[in-house]
Structure formats: structure tokens, C-alpha cells
């Protein structure tokens, strides 16, 4: 069975940092690519970071270039979050996702992200 967990969120003020964690169990780790989305109130899910299961040429939205940086330590099946200058429109509930596709080619972003966790909440206070 997959499990994927986050952890990391919080409440921080407009400037601040936080890193959010997502740990998958139940699939070969190092051979997933694994995906960072948000979604904010009233808003549809966007996808925030990728990172392929090669850790090549890491993926992320305009809105978050230069703040956030993704990072995975296969070791510990774990992929990391760095936001760095959050911002009040950053707030939103963060999910993890992994690929359910192994070492899939040509793509940074899971490719069928089947694999879901509960989510974590950022708020970022002005």
C-alpha cells in the first residue's frame, strides 16, 4: 500500500520560510517522480515544484522561481519544499503526489500522480 505523508506547514508571517516535507513508502522511491501542488480557497490546484526520479532539471511555477527550491533525499524516501520569501498569496493547502509510472522519460512532474497525500497548510499572515 502507498502512503505519502506531508508535514512542514504552518502559519508564518509575509517574508518568512518554511520547509515542507513528503515521505512515500510502499514504491520504489528513487524511481518516482514526485510533485509539490497547491490549492487556495476558491482557486484550482496548481502545480508549485517537480522533481523527476533522476533529479534532473527540477520544475517550477513563475509564481514561486528563485523563493522555493526542491530537493529529495532518496535515502530517506523523502522529497523537501524550501520556500524561502513567502508571500500572502503562497497561503493555500500543499499536497504531494508521486508517480504511480517508474523512471518515466521526458517528464519532470509525475506523469499519472496517483499518489496522494493529505495535504499540509501554509498560511502566510501580511
Known amino acids: 500500500q502507498v502512503q505519502v505523508v506531508e508535514s512542514g506547514g504552518g502559519l508564518v508571517q509575509a517574508g518568512g520560510s518554511l520547509r515542507l516535507s513528503c515521505t512515500v513508502s510502499g514504491v520504489t522511491f528513487s524511481d518516482r517522480s514526485i510533485g509539490w501542488f497547491r490549492r487556495a480557497l476558491g482557486k484550482e490546484r496548481e502545480a508549485v515544484s517537480c522533481?523527476?526520479?533522476?533529479?534532473?532539471?527540477?520544475y517550477y511555477a513563475d509564481s514561486v522561481k528563485g523563493r522555493f527550491t526542491i530537493s529529495r533525499d532518496n535515502a530517506k524516501n523523502t522529497v523537501y519544499l524550501q520556500m524561502n520569501s513567502l508571500k500572502p498569496e503562497d497561503t493555500a493547502m500543499y499536497y504531494c503526489?508521486?508517480?504511480?509510472?517508474?523512471?518515466?522519460?521526458?517528464?519532470?512532474?509525475?506523469?499519472?500522480?496517483?499518489?496522494w497525500g493529505q495535504g499540509t497548510q501554509v498560511t502566510v499572515s501580511s
Open positions: 503526489a508521486a508517480d504511480s509510472y517508474a523512471r518515466i522519460v521526458g517528464y519532470t512532474c509525475p506523469r499519472a500522480p496517483d499518489f
Open positions: 522533481i523527476a526520479w533522476n533529479g534532473d532539471n527540477p
